[in-house]
Every structure is written in structure tokens, then in C-alpha cells.
């Protein structure tokens, strides 16, 4: 058995189901609470809880003959809860709810009898926005104030017959939503909406070639929009935008011979950190940027390849991988000098690395070695005494609790670490092993 859980955060809302029944009533409370969908292979459930298990509270249970189950992606937009629910065993829509069983419906069926499939549900000021099919448009970029009336189509920008823009990686900035999408002429590219029709328009056509301009990795800082681009000359490089055509414009040419594909962005303090190929090895290394030219370089170079960073009490942490498949955890200050090995985890052995995320000003990680099956959970405060495991899930703790899977989903909550280990299994910590308990099975219902 699997289970699939997608979180959000939230101050005392909570999600009730998909066109269906529920008599949970949760009271008002100033502790941070997060609500998730628990998805199974036999049901899915939408619980609240604050870490404890006297609040970790069944909203509301679905199986597969009632109408609404797989809650998937949940989006506060104001007072309102979105989400894509399945329903009738194949039809996926947009569902809204106010917190209520009778207030959680679906919002619009998009195409009936055809599954719009909503993706990328974004919020931005009272609307939301999100890509959706239909037979006549394809995937397009649709908007929603949570009235069926309300719920539109924003542009078909690729109108060809059969075809799909497909827009992706929506992101808000400066009060407008960004994201890339292909049409007939110009490829995929970076487009610009303001939510209306006219108000919709390409940014650049930065590979004016019949070519993509095979862009990725939006993230917003200090007053730009940087992202990964080819212009179909200097290859897939670090590019920025202000929002306008003129302010768009590649921002370094890291590797001149071929694409440096600068990707993992992570804004940590007043830089912008990410991994990058400056042709000078094979490996990925750690780049930052202040965003100025000047302050763009190279951040340390280990002739191994990163694959991924974390920011954690204003240190970029990140794990490497070299060419024998050794992975290792490393901490910057931002500085070559400043850049170090954190912990040999486990001298002499080969292992492998999971990044989670911040809780505090730690780092929550995993780490497992190649001749185990089951993993350690770590954290960090960012120096080699501060890194120690919280608990071992090979342990005895774990062997009382039926474990269906090796599924690991996190989050955090009032200052604790909360994750998921098999299936519907929901622990907590507070950075010990004594501290890390267990609150509630939630496949038993």
C-alpha cells in the first residue's frame, strides 16, 4: 500500500472533501495547523492536525464509490481552500471549499465528461490561476474567483486545432503571473498575464529560432525574475527579467563553449544560490549571485556533482555526488574559505543523501547507507558537532507500527519536523530520539 500526501499551512482553515458529506467541526485556535490529504490505494482522507494527536483530527474519508476523492494540490486563495478532486472514478475538476461540508463542491466542470485535470494552481490576489484541458483549447491557462461564471478560460495561446500551450511553472511577480508556454510561432517561451485576454502576452521571444527557448526555474529576487534559457546561441544560461521585453535579458554567460544549465535555485540570505557547469569539469558546482554581474562566481569547486541545496539558518547546505556514486552533505557561509564538508556521516561507507527542509534554524535530512534498507533522520545547525541523527527508523520504535512502504513525505508545524514513513504513518520531533513520537495511524479510521 502507498500513500501520497500534498500540505498546506494555514492559521485554523481546513479542508472538508470533494462534493461529499462531513460532520467534523475543528474550533478556532491561534496554534498553526496544516491540513493534508492522505491518498491510499483503497481511500483517501483529508485530516488538520498541530503536530499533537489529540488535534490531528479525520476532516472527512472517501472510497472509491463516492463522488469526490484524491484531493490533490490544495491552494488557499483568501478565505478559500482550491484543490483538484477526482470524481465518478475518472473526471478530475477544480473543487473549492469554505471549511464546511456544505460550503466543498466542485467549482466547474471544465469539459463534461472529460477531465480537465487543473495543474499549477497559483494564487494570486483573489483569483486563482491554473492550467486546464478541454477538447476545443488543449491545456491552456484558465482562472477562478470560485464561481462556476467565474471560471474562464484566460487566452488559448497556442489556437492551432489539436494543440496545447501548456503553460508551466506559474509564478507571481510584481502583481502578475509569469510562466512558460509553446505556441506555433514561437516555441516555448516566457509569457506574462495580468488576467485578461489582452493582458496575456509572450515576454520575449528569447530563441527567435524555430527552437525552444527551453526555459526552467523561475524564482523571484531582488526586484527581478531569474530563470534558465538557450537564445539558441550561447547555449542554456542565467537569464532575468523586470517584466518587460527590454528587461529581459541574459545575465551571465557562465560557460561560453555550451550551456552551463544553471538549475536547484535557493535564495539563502542576501544571495542567490545555484548549481551550474562552467565547462572547466564535468561536474555541477555551487554559483551565487548578489545580482549584480560583478557578484555572480563561483561559490567552491569539488569536482563532484550537486544535486541539490537547502537553506537553513542562513547557511546553503548541499550533497554532492563523485563519479564512484559517494554522496557527501556540505555547508557554505557563501564564501570558497567558508565552504566545508559538514560530517562524514559514516566513515568509511557509501551512502546516499536526502535534503528536507529548515525547522528553526536546522536542517532536517536523511542519510542511508548503501547496505541498509532503511535510512537515518538527521539534522544540522550547520557545524560538525551540531549534526547528529534524531532517529534511526531501522529502530525498535519503528517495528511495533506496521510499515507498508518506504514513502517519506515532510513537513513542519508549530516547530516540529512532521513526516510520514509507510504508509498513513504520522510522526513528529523535536530534534531527539525521545522526542520523536508517534501521533496517529492514519489508515485506521
Not at 165 to 181: C, D, K, M, N, Q
Not at 220 to 241: K, M, P, Q
Not at 277 to 289: P, V
Not at 335 to 362: C, M, W
Request: glycine share 10%.
Amino acid at each position: 500500500m502507498s500513500v501520497k500526501y500534498y500540505v498546506i499551512l494555514i492559521l485554523v482553515i481546513f479542508i472538508a472533501g470533494c462534493g461529499s458529506d462531513s460532520n467534523s467541526d475543528v474550533e478556532s485556535s491561534s496554534s498553526e495547523r496544516i491540513v493534508f490529504a492522505s491518498n491510499t490505494s483503497i481511500s483517501s482522507s483529508l485530516w488538520e492536525t498541530d503536530g499533537t494527536t489529540l488535534n490531528t483530527k479525520l476532516i472527512q474519508e472517501f472510497d472509491y464509490t463516492s463522488e469526490g476523492y484524491w484531493p490533490d494540490s490544495p491552494t488557499i486563495v483568501g478565505e478559500k481552500i482550491y484543490f483538484s478532486g477526482r470524481y465518478n472514478s475518472y473526471e478530475e475538476e477544480l473543487c473549492i471549499s469554505d471549511g464546511s461540508a456544505e460550503g466543498t463542491r466542485i467549482v466547474k466542470d471544465i469539459e463534461p465528461g472529460y477531465p480537465s485535470s487543473p495543474r499549477e494552481l497559483t494564487s494570486l490576489g483573489n483569483t486563482l490561476y491554473f492550467s486546464a484541458q478541454d477538447i476545443d483549447h488543449g491545456r491552456e491557462l484558465w482562472k477562478s474567483n470560485g464561481t462556476p461564471e467565474g471560471t474562464l478560460l484566460v487566452k488559448d495561446i497556442d489556437p492551432m486545432e489539436g494543440q496545447s500551450s501548456g503553460p508551466t511553472e506559474l509564478t507571481v511577480f510584481e502583481g502578475r503571473l509569469y510562466f512558460f508556454a509553446r505556441n506555433d510561432g514561437n516555441g516555448y517561451e516566457l509569457w506574462v498575464s495580468d488576467g485578461t485576454e489582452a493582458g496575456t502576452q509572450l515576454v520575449r521571444d528569447i530563441n527567435s529560432s524555430p527552437e525552444d527557448s527551453g526555459g526552467y526555474g523561475l524564482v523571484v529576487f531582488e526586484n527581478h525574475l531569474y530563470f534558465s534559457a538557450d537564445d539558441g546561441t550561447h547555449g542554456l544560461e542565467l537569464w532575468r527579467t523586470d517584466g518587460s521585453a527590454m528587461g529581459t535579458a541574459m545575465f551571465a554567460d557562465i560557460n561560453p563553449s555550451e550551456s552551463s544549465a544553471p538549475y536547484n535555485f535557493s535564495q539563502c540570505g542576501n544571495s542567490l544560490y545555484f548549481t551550474a557547469s562552467d565547462g572547466l569539469n564535468e561536474t555541477r558546482d555551487l554559483w551565487k549571485t548578489d545580482g549584480t554581474v560583478q557578484g555572480t562566481r563561483k561559490v567552491v569547486d569539488l569536482n563532484a556533482h550537486i544535486s541539490g541545496t537547502l537553506c537553513a539558518g542562513g547557511k546553503i547546505f548541499f550533497s554532492t555526488t563523485s563519479s564512484d556514486q559517494d554522496h557527501k552533505i556540505w555547508v557554505s557561509d557563501g564564501t570558497p574559505e567558508g565552504s566545508s564538508l559538514l560530517k562524514d556521516l559514516y566513515p568509511g561507507e557509501n551512502y546516499y543523501i536526502g535534503l528536507h527542509r529548515e525547522v528553526g534554524n536546522d536542517l532536517y535530512f536523511s542519510a542511508r547507507r548503501i547496505t541498509t534498507a532503511m535510512p537515518q533522520l538527521w539534522k544540522s545547525d550547520g557545524t560538525e558537532e551540531g549534526t547528529i541523527i534524531v532517529t534511526d527508523f531501522d529502530g525498535e520504535k519503528y517495528q511495533s507500527y506496521s510499515i507498508y512502504g518506504q514513502e517519506f513525505s515532510s513537513y513542519s508545524v508549530n516547530d516540529s519536523f512532521l513526516f510520514t514513513f509507510g504508509s498513513a504513518l504520522l510522526w513528529k520531533t523535536d530534534g531527539t530520539e525521545d522526542g520523536t513520537v508517534f501521533v496517529r495511524d492514519l489508515s485506521d479510521l
